[in-house]
T-cell receptor
Framework: DVKVTQSSRYLVKRTGEKVFLECVQD?????MFWYRQDPGLGLRLIYF???????EKGDIPEGYSVSREKKERFSLILESASTNQTSMYLC????????????????FGPGTRLTVL | AQSVAQPEDQVNVAEGNPLTVKCTYS??????LFWYVQYPNRGLQFLLK??????LVKGSYGFEAEFNKSQTSFHLKKPSALVSDSALYFC??????????????FGTGTLLAVQP
């Protein structure tokens, strides 16, 4: 089975701190994604990556950056955390690369619930 | 532009009764449609998908979904609900023309509450 793991289930940080959320997948997937989930808004795509050192902005990239130095690991960085970034963060992966494999479902990690005080 | 609508924030059903969770979509090409379920404090789990072929798709845990092209709908159904089905359900769509690295568009989610 595909396994996507996230470094923390719960995280509490203070406003202005730099925050790192880590995601690791073990199935050699090319594509990795970061979403945030908020009540009434569903999942919104922050950033995605289809290869090592490649990244693309999603729908809400402001206030976030990402890093993909190794194929299995995709990090989400909050440069200066703010209270409006309190949310559930979900990582996902899928095979296919830039050309895409549209019929394949995404595999999700358990999520990190981040609270910024 | 792709979009997905889940018109109900919450669906309440009694255990043993049939359930339906609604989803409508909009894409330019042929749609690839997915349902995911999220249990409390967990990530999303894949339930089923429609790519092509038979309009009735069967998935995990006894769920099924019916693709209706004329109504642009992909409603999730189960003949007999269980209390353990209580969870948050997300519909998602991707344009079947592919490319653009598998981006999915998600609905806002429907909370299913099954009463014993």
């Amino acid at each position: 089975d595909v396994k996507v793991t996230q470094s923390s289930r719960y995280l509490v940080k203070r406003t202005g701190e730099k925050v790192f959320l880590e995601c690791v997948q073990d199935m050699d997937h090319e594509n990795m994604f970061w979403y945030r989930q908020d009540p009434g808004l569903g999942l919104r795509l922050i950033y995605f990556s289809y290869d090592v050192k490649m990244k693309e902005k999603g729908d809400i990239p402001e206030g976030y950056s990402v890093s993909r130095e190794k194929k299995e690991r995709f990090s989400l960085i909050l440069e200066s955390a703010s209270t409006n970034q309190t949310s559930m963060y979900l990582c996902a992966s899928t095979p296919g690369g830039a050309s895409g494999t549209p019929s394949v479902s995404q595999f999700f990690g358990p999520g990190t619930r981040l609270t910024v005080l | 532009a792709q979009s997905v609508a889940q018109p109900e924030d919450q669906v309440n059903v009694a255990e043993g009764n049939p359930l339906t969770v609604k989803c409508t979509y909009s894409v330019s090409g042929n749609p690839y449609l997915f349902w995911y379920v999220q249990y409390p404090n967990r990530g999303l789990q894949f339930l089923l998908k429609y790519i092509t072929g038979d309009n009735l798709v069967k998935g995990s845990y006894g769920f099924e979904a019916e693709f209706n092209k004329s109504q642009t709908s992909f409603h999730l159904k189960k003949p007999s609900a269980l209390v353990s089905d209580s969870a948050l359900y997300f519909c998602a769509v991707r344009d079947g023309r592919g490319g653009a690295t598998n981006k999915l568009i998600f609905g806002t989610g429907t909370l299913l509450a099954v009463q014993p």
